[in-house]
């Protein structure tokens, strides 16, 4: 065999072997892969979502006269003395204002009072609306669509009777002029648009308290209860700046200013729930670890990360951040609540290490949960059925 011949048949062979490294090379690749795959599809999947109530308006749960209620499918129940207090009055939102606990019904659009004795039938307004809020004389309802077009409705508290926007004298619109905030009313819907930010805000004035009481923000249509200092927090996910918690005060004409950018560090976490107590003020941020990222999701294997940031409310600056693998549920100054592959878990703010674990029972691979904080109290209702199947006391 000649030169010629020997050198062609080597370079061939070299070729055959770089070809079958290749081969071996990518089936290595995809055998690990595959079996990932497979190991990520074994970790148990549930959808799990945490109300965070004390910043929001309207919830399951909440505290009357001292008193912790709830309502499920299977009614209204008093958790001091496990009193059923109505079993008509399932799977409702409850609001406390002024001495009453108010009682919305979504299936029904049924309004509800209870003074501790008896329950009262008041009216009906919309059905299926998503938040309940009571403010002076008036009841209001919201709802949105997926482009955050907000709709808002107003019962007089007495009456029933519907009012409207333009004539609702305790609900104002405002803006901060440097950002040319435009206000649209399409139809019955509310619209917000910041021309340099793409955001803007709704206020809830309450009339007594001579402030606002509510601010709705379209930047994931939050409401965000006010610190009793005409000021709030809102998310700006969407904005120039990037992805931040900005705190906003009202002066005495009613314009609204930047006071504050909390936290602008995020990268792929987007802020989603705010809650306050006297001293602290926490901000949950979630961190989505598919591909496309998603701003906002409840399947816990999506959510890599989970972070808090909490915020010292007389110095306005950070007193420490939280972060952990798993899905928060609650926090305060010194542990947090998260749920893990069925479980609940208690644990050290600054070192993560758990401090205790409950089962939770009825909880199920695949299931769609709502966890909700009140006293010292978790709750867990399923949402197939509307049930609260545990109540744990951490």
């Known amino acids: 065999m000649d030169e010629k011949k020997k050198g062609l048949l080597l370079n061939n062979n070299v070729l055959f072997i770089i070809a079958i490294f290749i081969v071996l090379a990518a089936a290595v690749f995809l055998f690990i892969k595959f079996f990932k795959l497979i190991d990520e599809k074994k970790k148990p999947e549930y959808t799990v979502t945490a109300h965070l109530y004390g910043s929001l308006d309207s919830a399951k749960t909440c505290i009357y006269k001292g008193s912790i209620y709830y309502a499920d499918s299977q009614g209204l129940h008093s958790l001091s003395d496990e009193k059923n207090v109505d079993a008509e009055l399932g799977d409702c939102l409850l609001n406390v204002y002024a001495d009453k606990l108010y009682i919305y019904k979504p299936e029904t659009g049924e309004v509800y009072s209870y003074d501790g004795t008896d329950t009262n039938?008041?009216?009906?307004?919309?059905?299926?609306?998503?938040?309940?809020?009571?403010?002076?004389?008036?009841?209001?309802?919201?709802?949105?669509?997926?482009?955050?077009?907000?709709?808002?409705?107003?019962?007089?508290?007495?009456?029933?009777?519907?009012?409207?926007?333009?004539?609702?004298?305790?609900?104002?619109?405002?803006?901060?002029?440097?950002?040319?905030?435009?206000?649209?009313?399409?139809?019955?819907?509310?619209?917000?648009?910041?021309?340099?930010?793409q955001s803007g805000f709704f206020e809830i004035f309450d009339k007594n308290k001579n402030s606002p009481a509510f601010v709705i923000s379209r930047d994931g249509f939050y409401i965000h209860k006010t610190d009793g200092e005409n000021a709030f927090f809102a998310t700006a996910y969407n904005t120039s700046t990037g992805r931040a918690v900005n705190r906003y005060t009202c002066d005495a004409e009613n314009k609204l200013t930047l006071d504050k950018v909390i936290c602008d560090e995020t990268v792929y976490e987007y802020p989603r729930y705010f809650f306050s107590d006297e001293k602290y003020s926490y901000v949950y941020m979630q961190y989505c670890s598919t591909l496309p990222k998603i701003k906002f999701t409840d399947k816990t294997n999506d959510v890599s990360e989970c972070r808090v940031i909490i915020i010292d409310r007389e110095t306005m600056k950070k007193a420490g951040k939280v972060i952990a693998p798993r899905k928060i549920i609650a926090i305060n100054d010194s542990c947090f609540v998260a749920f893990e592959d069925g479980k609940l878990l208690v644990c050290d703010n600054k070192t993560l290490e758990k401090l205790d674990e409950y089962s939770l029972d009825g909880v199920k691979e695949k299931g769609k949960y709502t966890f909700e904080t009140c006293g010292e109290y978790v709750f867990v209702f399923d949402d197939n059925t509307g049930e609260c199947i545990n109540r744990i006391k951490v």
Not at 127 to 156: A, G
Request: negative net charge.
């Open 121 to 197: 039938k008041l009216f009906t307004v919309n059905k299926q609306q998503e938040h309940f809020i009571v403010c002076d004389d008036l009841i209001i309802t919201l709802s949105e669509d997926d482009h955050y077009y907000i709709k808002p409705s107003f019962f007089d508290l007495k009456s029933g009777n519907s009012t409207e926007l333009a004539k609702s004298e305790s609900r104002k619109m405002y803006w901060d002029e440097k950002h040319s905030v435009e206000f649209t009313e399409l139809g019955d819907h509310i619209y917000m648009t910041d021309a340099k930010d």
